[in-house]
């Protein structure tokens, strides 16, 4: 009896050994995963984040494993000037050479942020004859040569992504868009001609292009901005299209830009305290004097859609700590329907600016309009507008506050 214990004991052990030792190998042996760094290298890109991974392993003739995995890539655009978000799902397996192919391919989402691309300007000098007839009919002369100066006006209407569109690839994303119009102007040998166009769609790349078409009464043109068109200061298209250059006007593009920060800002977005009905505290902001100012504007409007003036002020110190600013007529924190994004903006400038106001909790200009009204100062002269900081990011309510003002 005590012998059959023992054996049934040892029995036991080993039973117990050859498990764990399976389980060992088990652990040794990870699931296959198509790693990030091989998803960029498929994309063409520097980087991707990868979400999440379903791996699993294959017994097949050809493959001996598999993974799906969402993951998301940002693709700046003209220098920064655009940011685009994609997000996509690829489901891949691993053959028996060690090769990853990929076997389906998914577009889950894709964002562009084109808030800084109303006001900028464009030229092109490369436009076909049959392309100048599109943009502006018959009014341009038989073999005149000149450039296109192309101006986007102050509304931006949003791009709209077709995730099942048959035309969009791996590396090109197609979408639709209304509201978003230019302002066109042939210079040519024989005088200047003035046009406007509506940009109805066009496609953003991997690359980082941007393809905008451009409809007009008489046709439409597909041009690449940032190859074909390119950027041009605010001074070379008032100058070249004939606008006056009033000297109390601010060349933004032209101005030293210095370094403003927040504690307001976590995750990426305005902290809810700063919203009308969730504390209302103003932003905390920060920067490095500048030399030669006295007075600094204080400049926040919502530039998703409405160029709602949220917070004006003037002031003399660096530093403003969050909720110091409680007067309703100076700040009025955000209530949007939704998410909005704000733009805070500290222009620097030699003196106090001329007398006067705007009404906050309103409807405003653009910032342009800001900088032309403190660039002269009280006592009349112009040029009193030295550099400028300015931070943005979007804010969310936490409730549909829509119509509560």
Same mark, same amino acid.
């Given at each position: 009896?005590?012998? *059959?214990?023992?054996?049934?004991?040892?029995?036991?052990?080993?039973?117990?050994?050859?498990?764990?030792?399976?389980?060992?190998?088990?652990?040794?042996?990870?699931?296959?995963?198509?790693?990030?760094?091989?998803? =960029?290298?498929?994309?063409?890109?520097?980087?991707?984040?990868?979400?999440?991974?379903?791996?699993?392993?294959?017994?097949?003739?050809?493959?001996?494993?598999?993974?799906?995995?969402?993951?998301?890539?940002?693709?700046?655009?003209?220098?920064?000037?655009?940011?685009?978000?994609?997000?996509?799902?690829?489901?891949?397996?691993?053959?028996?050479?060690?090769?990853?192919?990929?076997?389906?391919?998914?577009?889950?989402?894709?964002?562009?942020?084109?808030?800084?691309?109303?006001?900028?300007?464009?030229?092109?000098?490369?436009?076909?004859?049959?392309?100048?007839?599109?943009?502006?009919?018959?009014?341009?002369?038989?073999?005149?040569?000149?450039?296109?100066?192309?101006?986007?006006?102050?509304?931006?209407?949003?791009?709209?992504?077709?995730?099942?569109?048959?035309?969009?690839?791996?590396?090109?994303?197609?979408?639709?868009?209304?509201?978003?119009?230019?302002?066109?102007?042939f210079v040519g040998t024989s005088g200047n001609i003035d046009g406007k166009a509506s940009v109805t769609g066009g496609s953003v790349t991997?690359?980082?292009?941007?393809?905008?078409?451009?409809?007009?009464?008489?046709?439409?043109?597909?041009?690449?901005?940032?190859?074909?068109?390119?950027?041009?200061?605010?001074r070379e298209y008032d100058e070249a299209t004939g606008n006056v250059v009033a000297g109390s006007k601010v060349y933004m593009d032209q101005?030293?830009?210095?370094?403003?920060?927040?504690?307001?800002? =976590?995750?990426?977005?305005?902290?809810?305290?700063? @919203?009308?009905?969730?504390?209302?505290?103003?932003?905390?902001?920060?920067?490095?004097?500048?030399?030669?100012?006295?007075?600094?504007?204080?400049?926040?409007?919502?530039?998703?859609?409405?160029?709602?003036?949220?917070?004006?002020?003037?002031?003399?110190?660096?530093?403003?700590?969050?909720?110091?600013? *409680?007067?309703?007529?100076?700040?009025?924190?955000?209530?949007?329907?939704?998410?909005?994004?704000?733009?805070?903006?500290?222009?620097?400038?030699?003196?106090?600016?001329?007398? @006067?106001?705007?009404?906050?909790?309103?409807?405003?200009?653009?910032?342009?309009?800001?900088?032309?009204?403190?660039?002269?100062?009280?006592?009349?002269?112009?040029?009193?507008?030295?550099?400028?900081?300015?931070?943005?990011?979007?804010?969310?309510?936490?409730?549909?506050?829509?119509?509560?003002?």
């Amino acid at each position: 009896m005590l012998k *059959t214990s023992k054996t049934r004991a040892a029995s036991a052990i080993l039973l117990a050994g050859f498990l764990l030792s399976s389980l060992s190998g088990c652990a040794s042996e990870p699931l296959p995963q198509y790693s990030a760094d091989l998803i =960029a290298q498929k994309e063409g890109i520097s980087a991707v984040t990868d979400k999440s991974h379903e791996p699993e392993k294959l017994s097949d003739a050809d493959y001996s494993g598999s993974d799906k995995v969402e993951y998301s890539y940002q693709v700046y655009m003209i220098d920064g000037l655009l940011t685009q978000k994609v997000t996509k799902e690829v489901s891949a397996a691993l053959n028996n050479n060690g090769v990853w192919d990929v076997q389906t391919e998914t577009l889950k989402s894709c964002e562009v942020d084109a808030t800084n691309l109303p006001g900028t300007s464009w030229k092109c000098s490369s436009l076909s004859d049959e392309q100048l007839k599109a943009l502006f009919g018959d009014q341009i002369p038989s073999g005149e040569t000149g450039t296109v100066y192309i101006r986007f006006l102050k509304k931006m209407g949003l791009f709209s992504f077709n995730l099942s569109n048959s035309k969009n690839t791996s590396t090109e994303r197609f979408f639709e868009t209304v509201g978003t119009n230019v302002k066109l102007v042939f210079v040519g040998t024989s005088g200047n001609i003035d046009g406007k166009a509506s940009v109805t769609g066009g496609s953003v790349t991997n690359s980082g292009d941007l393809n905008l078409d451009l409809e007009t009464d008489t046709g439409s043109v597909n041009l690449c901005f940032g190859k074909d068109v390119e950027a041009v200061q605010e001074r070379e298209y008032d100058e070249a299209t004939g606008n006056v250059v009033a000297g109390s006007k601010v060349y933004m593009d032209q101005l030293p830009v210095f370094e403003l920060t927040t504690t307001s800002i =976590a995750n990426g977005e305005w902290k809810t305290e700063i @919203g009308l009905k969730e504390g209302n505290l103003s932003p905390a902001l920060s920067w490095k004097p500048v030399d030669g100012a006295t007075k600094y504007a204080i400049v926040m409007i919502d530039i998703t859609t409405t160029r709602w003036l949220y917070w004006y002020t003037i002031v003399d110190k660096t530093d403003l700590a969050e909720g110091e600013f *409680t007067d309703p007529s100076v700040y009025t924190g955000p209530y949007p329907a939704g998410t909005h994004t704000y733009e805070i903006h500290v222009i620097a400038l030699k003196s106090d600016p001329k007398a @006067g106001s705007f009404k906050v909790d309103a409807r405003s200009g653009d910032i342009q309009s800001f900088f032309d009204y403190v660039n002269t100062a009280i006592d009349g002269s112009v040029g009193n507008v030295l550099s400028y900081g300015t931070i943005k990011a979007p804010y969310t309510s936490p409730e549909l506050y829509y119509g509560y003002r």
